[in-house]
Structures are given as structure tokens and as C-alpha cells.
């Protein structure tokens, strides 16, 4: 049952209620007061016969005044149907007339009214008997009735007009709360504005839908007001979202993705309409693999306080990416969860270097490992057995361990300069220089290494070369790592060409080393010059560290402000080289 009827009901039942109890009411009044006037009416009527009895109760042994009085009283009683009997009585109380019936006082009506009869003489006033009338109730009887049904009718009458006016007042009441409670709805779901219709009302109810209109058009002035506001300030978090260099993935408490940032499209290699909407954990990558399932499900089995606390990290590989994968919840003010965020960053490069360094902490353990047992065997048989070595064996176990010597002095000068020019504070003393000398005197000191493999040194240096900015000591390590590896990578008895000259641009010098060996590949090259990066092919099976290019490129590119070039073709050779910038530096220090 609806509210209004319940209302309608409730209305009905009081209002039925107050009309019958205020009709019992009027007719029992109604009822006492003809009860009295009937009384008053009776004793009028007593009276009246007493009066007109005192000369029948003087003569009551003249038997003409008898009868005549028997008949006076006869007609009274056939005349009226009020008086039921009349009863004379003399001053002792014995009946001198009565036409009373023994069934006359059985009436529901019935009144019996007594009156004295009094007779006037020269001494005064005396009571001589009295009169007993009985009334029938008839004329009383009969008013009731008419008063009753006239009083039943009016409140009928009125009783009906009040359920019309409740369940009208009702129904109108009823049909405006509807309508309020429409326009609340309207409100509730955005559309502020909305107007109610209050021509047609009255009183308070017409005061709430204007109260009603009035916030409705504040709200939507407010809405108006503030939009541009809020639109700003979403489209600001959005840009500062799209332009974060790591990705970031916003999802639901239902795993849906609701937002994500160009960097995570690029990484997912997707478009925005592809991956909105759509479950995280149902995303394939380019290979096939789900990315992000085993990570959500592990983030969901985590309690949200613990996760709160420290949010969750671990890798993923992403399109042939490795990718940090960090997932943190998002709360409301009143701690009400939201969903996750993932931010994406892209760690392929240091998973590449941290497996690079790795294998540059195997290389140089094994490298080191190798010129040491060879000095520490050769000079234990020189202790123990040199007496029976004859002075060739013992020349050329000296010529060995200098040659272990060198090795081993070669690769820690690598690790030294490698730990010395990386850092940041490091800052090298440079100055006006040749670049002639420098070239000169690596190739000297190159020249044993040379002759082993029988090797030629061809150089070119171009006339009048202009002075350098640099650190001598810098240069001639760069360029003696650079013939270095010519001469390991050349064939027995090839050619090792040096070139010195002004570049194609006139704001370089450029210095170059060319040998015929067995060449690089190309897809080697574009991370030759990145620490601990070796070729690893059946071809180059010459061990190292993987720091000499990575020291040229340091030396030349952070401390001196020039650049480096590589150039090879597999089978043929190749061309390692750098470039120094001609213009002249004022201060002697660069920073590093």
C-alpha cells in the first residue's frame, strides 16, 4: 500500500471518527433537553388540571360536577395522546377520580408527573388533594425521532464532504510530492535547472517548490561557474599524466582500465580505444604472453594495509621489454578502495648492463685469472727448477712472464680508468696541444705489439694541423686503446692505417684507425661503444673486458666535448675514430 493511501486512510478513520463522536454528542444533548421540555410541559399541563380539579375536589359529593369533571378529563385524554391517565386525590390520598389502566406505565416514555390542588378561601391558600398525570412521551417520542434523523443526515452529509475534502487534500498533496520527488530525481542525476510548475499552488507547498526552483537554479549557476573550473584542472592532470615519462595504468576495482598515459600506449603497443575498458589481465602483448595477470593476482592476495605500506614491485617482460612493474591502491578520503595504479618504467637498458656487467665481472675474473696462473707457474718452475733450465728456456719464460706482465698491467689500467672517468666530479687539466707528438709517440710504444703479428703502421697527418684543447695524457690512452685493437682484430702481416686531419665541417679535428681485419657486423655496431658490450661471434673469439671503447668514448665525449664514429664492414675491416672540437676554450678545467 502506497503512502498517500495509507494517508487517505488514516485521514478517512479520523475524520469519521470526530463526525460520530460529535453527533453522539449533540444528539444526547438533544435528548436531555426534550426529556426537560417534555417535563416542563407536563407539570405546565399538571398544573393546569389542578386548576381547573380544586372545584371538582370542593364538590366531590355533587354528583353533577362529577360527572361533569369525568367528562371534562375523558375528552383531556381522547383529545391529547401525551396523557395517558389522570388520578385525583383528596387531602388524605384516597382517589376520587382515575381512569388509570394497570398497563399504563409499561411505556418506555413513560412520565408520571404530580401536582397539589389548591383552593383559595378567606384564610388563604390550602392544599385540598393532588393530581397525578401520566404522560405517554408521544410528542417527545416523535421530536426525538425528527431530531435524530435531521441531526444523522447533517453529519452524514458533513461526514462525507470531510472524506472528500481528506482524500482530495490528499490526492493534491500526493500528486505534489510525486512531482518533487520527480524533480529531486532530476537533480540527483546532473540536471540542475530543472524548474517545478507552482502556478496552481497554495500555501507552504507553493513556498517549497519555489524554495525548490530557486536551489535548482543556484545549482545550476554553481554548475556553470565551476565546469570550466574542473574541466581545467581534470585536463591539467590528464597532461601532466600523458607527459610523465614512465607509464602509468589506472584500473577499477574490477580491473578495467580507465586511464592510461602515452608512454604505457607505447610500451603495450596500443592505441587508446583498444585497451580502454578492457581488463588488464586479459591483455596479450605483441608475443602472445600475458603481461599482467600472475601481477594482479598477487596484488589482489596482498592485504591492503601491507600493500598501502610498501606498494608492490616486480619485473615483467613487455614486448621484448624488461619493465618495473610498480602497483599501488587508490583510496577516497574516507578510505574507500577505488582500484590500482601500475606505473610501467622501462629498465631493458640496465637489465642489458646489469647482465653486461655480470659478464664483465666473469671476463675480468677470468682474465685475470689467466695472466696470473700463468706468472705465478712460470716463476714457481724458475724457483724450483731454474738451475736446470738452460738460458734459452729461461729467456724465454722471462719473455712470457713480461708479456702476462703487460697483459695484466693493460686490464687493470682499464678497470682503474673506467672507475676514475665515470664519476662525476672528475675533472682533467687540458691544454693547447699537437695532436702530431701524441700520434708519434703511441706508435712507438705499439710498435713490439706491432711486429708480433707482423704488422705495418701506415700514418697520414695532415700539414699544419691547428692546435687542440685536450689532456695529452687522455688522448694518447684513447688512441693507443684504438691501435690496440687494429692490431688484435688485423690479420698476420695486414696494414694498420693512421689518419690525422681537419673534417669535412672545418670545426673538428678528426683522428682515425683503420685496419683490414675481420670487421664487426652491423648490428654490433650502433652498441660498440657501450661498457662491457663485446662482440660474441665465432669469429671474434679474442677475450677482454668490454671497458676500451666505452674508456674512448667517456674520454672524448664527456671530458673533451668531441665524438666518436665507428665504420666496418664484415670481412673487410673497419675504422675507429674521434673528433676534437677546433674552438679555442678559455677556461683550462671543463667539468665534468
Known sequence: MTTPNKILILGSFLSSFLVIFIAWIVIDNTQKTLLSSYHDFGIMLARTLSTEGSDFIINKDNPETENKFRNMSNLVIRENKDILYIVFLDNRGNILFSNKQSSDNQSESFIEISQPVVAYTAQGKS?????????????????????????????????????????????????????????VRKISTGEFGYKLASRDLWGEIKQLFEAF??????????????????????????????????????????????????????????????????????YYDGNGDIS????????????????????????IKLNNKIVKLIMS??????????????????????????MMKNQFISNVSHELRTPVTVIRSYIDTLHNYGADLDDKTKKEFMSILDEESDRLNRMVNDILDFSRLESPNVELDKSLCDISPVIELTL???????????????????????QVMFNSESIERVIKNLISNAIKYSYTGGRV????????TGKYLQVSVEDNGMGIPQEHLPKIFDRFYRVETKAHTIKGTGLGLHLVKIAIEKHHGGQVFAESKNGEGSTFGFRLPLQVINSEKMPV
Not at 444 to 464: G, H, I, N, W, Y
Open 127 to 183: 392544599a385540598i388533594g393532588s393530581v397525578q398525570l401520566g404522560l405517554t412521551g408521544y410528542t417527545m417520542k416523535i421530536v426525538g425521532q425528527a431530531a435524530r434523523y435531521l441531526m444523522m443526515v447533517i453529519f452524514s452529509i458533513a461526514w462525507i464532504l470531510s472524506i472528500a475534502a481528506v482524500s482530495i487534500n490528499t490526492l493534491l498533496i500526493a500528486r505534489q510530492v510525486k512531482l518533487l520527488v520527480e524533480g
Open 292 to 315: 599482467f595477470k600472475e601481477e594482479v593476482r598477487k596484488f589482489k592476495d596482498t592485504p591492503l594495509e601491507e600493500i598501502e605500506a610498501r606498494p608492490q614491485l616486480s619485473r
Open 329 to 354: 591502491p587508490i583510496f577516497t578520503n574516507n578510505q574507500e578502495y577505488l582500484g590500482y595504479i601500475a606505473v610501467l618504467h622501462d629498465i631493458t637498458k640496465e637489465a642489458e648492463i646489469d
Open 213 to 282: 526552483n530557486d536551489m535548482s537554479i543556484k545549482l545550476r549557476e554553481y554548475e556553470e561557474k565551476n565546469i570550466d573550473q574542473l574541466t581545467y584542472e581534470r585536463n591539467k592532470l590528464e597532461s601532466i599524466l600523458m607527459g610523465i615519462a614512465n607509464g602509468v595504468i589506472v584500473c577499477d576495482n574490477l580491473d578495467k582500465i580507465v586511464l592510461v598515459n602515452n608512454a604505457a600506449l607505447k610500451m603495450m603497443e596500443v592505441k587508446t580505444r583498444e585497451i580502454l575498458n578492457v581488463k588488464i589481465t586479459d
Open 497 to 504: 692505417k693512421i689518419r690525422a686531419e681537419v673534417d669535412r
Open 444 to 466: 712507438r710504444s705499439m710498435k713490439v705489439l706491432a711486429d708480433e703479428k707482423k704488422l705495418q703502421f701506415s700514418v697520414l697527418l695532415e700539414s699544419d694541423l691547428p
